[in-house]
Protein backbone atom coordinates (compact mmCIF):
# COMPACT_ATOMS: atom_id res chain seq x y z
CA UNK A 1 0.00 0.00 0.00
CA UNK A 2 1.21 3.76 -0.75
CA UNK A 3 -0.22 6.64 0.97
CA UNK A 4 1.03 10.01 -0.74
CA UNK A 5 0.13 13.27 1.57
CA UNK A 6 0.52 16.94 -0.54
CA UNK A 7 0.44 20.32 1.05
CA UNK A 8 1.75 23.30 -0.10
CA UNK A 9 -1.54 24.69 -1.73
CA UNK A 10 -2.84 27.88 -1.33
CA UNK A 11 -4.23 31.36 -2.58
CA UNK A 12 -1.63 33.50 -4.94
CA UNK A 13 -1.93 36.30 -7.34
CA UNK A 14 -1.42 35.79 -10.60
CA UNK A 15 1.95 35.88 -11.97
CA UNK A 16 3.39 34.37 -8.41
CA UNK A 17 4.64 30.86 -7.58
CA UNK A 18 3.80 27.98 -4.85
CA UNK A 19 5.69 25.20 -4.37
CA UNK A 20 3.49 21.87 -3.75
CA UNK A 21 5.17 18.89 -2.11
CA UNK A 22 4.25 15.03 -2.19
CA UNK A 23 5.72 12.85 0.74
CA UNK A 24 5.34 9.24 -0.53
CA UNK A 25 5.25 6.03 1.78
CA UNK A 26 4.62 2.66 2.34
CA UNK A 27 7.02 0.73 -0.24
CA UNK A 28 9.70 1.09 -2.03
CA UNK A 29 10.15 4.02 -5.16
CA UNK A 30 12.74 2.49 -7.45
CA UNK A 31 10.48 1.91 -10.15
CA UNK A 32 7.76 4.15 -9.69
CA UNK A 33 6.81 6.81 -11.68
CA UNK A 34 5.26 9.66 -9.51
CA UNK A 35 2.65 12.03 -11.30
CA UNK A 36 0.96 15.43 -10.33
CA UNK A 37 -2.29 15.91 -11.99
CA UNK A 38 -5.15 18.56 -11.62
CA UNK A 39 -8.83 19.15 -11.96
CA UNK A 40 -10.52 22.19 -12.14
CA UNK A 41 -14.28 22.85 -11.46
CA UNK A 42 -16.78 21.46 -14.00
CA UNK A 43 -13.70 20.09 -15.95
CA UNK A 44 -12.00 16.51 -16.14
CA UNK A 45 -8.60 15.51 -14.48
CA UNK A 46 -5.92 16.28 -16.06
CA UNK A 47 -1.69 15.54 -16.46
CA UNK A 48 0.34 17.90 -15.61
CA UNK A 49 4.00 16.33 -14.76
CA UNK A 50 5.77 13.04 -14.42
CA UNK A 51 8.84 12.13 -13.29
CA UNK A 52 10.40 8.52 -13.20
CA UNK A 53 11.81 7.91 -9.56
CA UNK A 54 14.98 5.92 -10.65
CA UNK A 55 16.38 7.93 -13.53
CA UNK A 56 14.41 11.30 -12.67
CA UNK A 57 13.20 11.74 -16.32
CA UNK A 58 10.84 14.23 -16.47
CA UNK A 59 7.04 14.85 -18.53
CA UNK A 60 5.20 17.60 -18.43
CA UNK A 61 1.74 18.79 -20.24
CA UNK A 62 1.94 21.50 -22.67
CA UNK A 63 -0.04 24.08 -20.79
CA UNK A 64 2.56 24.35 -18.20
CA UNK A 65 5.81 23.55 -19.84
CA UNK A 66 8.56 26.51 -18.80
CA UNK A 67 6.54 27.60 -15.82
CA UNK A 68 5.94 24.19 -13.76
CA UNK A 69 9.10 22.14 -12.26
CA UNK A 70 8.76 18.71 -10.35
CA UNK A 71 11.78 17.54 -9.08
CA UNK A 72 12.20 14.33 -5.96
CA UNK A 73 13.52 14.01 -3.02
CA UNK A 74 14.99 10.32 -2.61
CA UNK A 75 16.16 10.49 0.65
CA UNK A 76 13.14 12.70 2.12
CA UNK A 77 10.94 10.22 -0.50
CA UNK A 78 9.40 13.60 -1.66
CA UNK A 79 7.90 15.15 -5.09
CA UNK A 80 7.84 18.35 -5.45
CA UNK A 81 5.93 20.52 -8.14
CA UNK A 82 7.37 24.17 -8.35
CA UNK A 83 4.96 26.32 -10.29
CA UNK A 84 5.96 29.54 -11.41
CA UNK A 85 4.39 32.32 -13.82
CA UNK A 86 1.14 30.94 -12.63
CA UNK A 87 -2.15 31.93 -14.43
CA UNK A 88 -5.51 31.93 -13.29
CA UNK A 89 -6.49 28.64 -15.38
CA UNK A 90 -4.05 26.83 -13.10
CA UNK A 91 -6.91 26.87 -10.43
CA UNK A 92 -7.74 23.55 -9.89
CA UNK A 93 -7.06 20.84 -7.01
CA UNK A 94 -3.38 19.30 -7.73
CA UNK A 95 -3.40 15.38 -6.74
CA UNK A 96 -0.04 13.30 -6.54
CA UNK A 97 -0.53 10.30 -7.92
CA UNK A 98 1.93 7.10 -8.12
CA UNK A 99 2.46 3.86 -10.26
CA UNK A 100 4.41 2.15 -12.84
CA UNK A 101 3.75 3.94 -15.66
CA UNK A 102 3.00 7.83 -17.03
CA UNK A 103 -0.09 8.66 -16.81
CA UNK A 104 -1.52 6.01 -15.40
CA UNK A 105 -1.13 5.89 -11.86
CA UNK A 106 -2.46 3.18 -9.34
CA UNK A 107 -2.57 5.31 -6.25
CA UNK A 108 -4.07 9.05 -5.19
CA UNK A 109 -3.52 11.33 -2.42
CA UNK A 110 -6.70 13.35 -1.09
CA UNK A 111 -5.19 16.95 -3.06
CA UNK A 112 -4.68 19.88 -2.44
CA UNK A 113 -5.98 23.17 -3.59
CA UNK A 114 -4.56 25.95 -5.19
CA UNK A 115 -6.11 29.10 -6.27
CA UNK A 116 -4.63 32.12 -8.64
CA UNK A 117 -6.21 35.09 -8.19
CA UNK A 118 -6.32 37.55 -11.31
Known amino acids: QVQLVESGGGLVQAGGSLRLSCAAS????????MDWFRQAPGKEREFVAA????????YYADSVKGRFTISRDNAKNTVYLQMNSLKPEDTAVYYC???????????WGQGTQVTVSS
Open 26 to 33: GRAFTNTV
Open 97 to 107: AAGSYVYSPNY
Open 51 to 58: IRWSSGTT
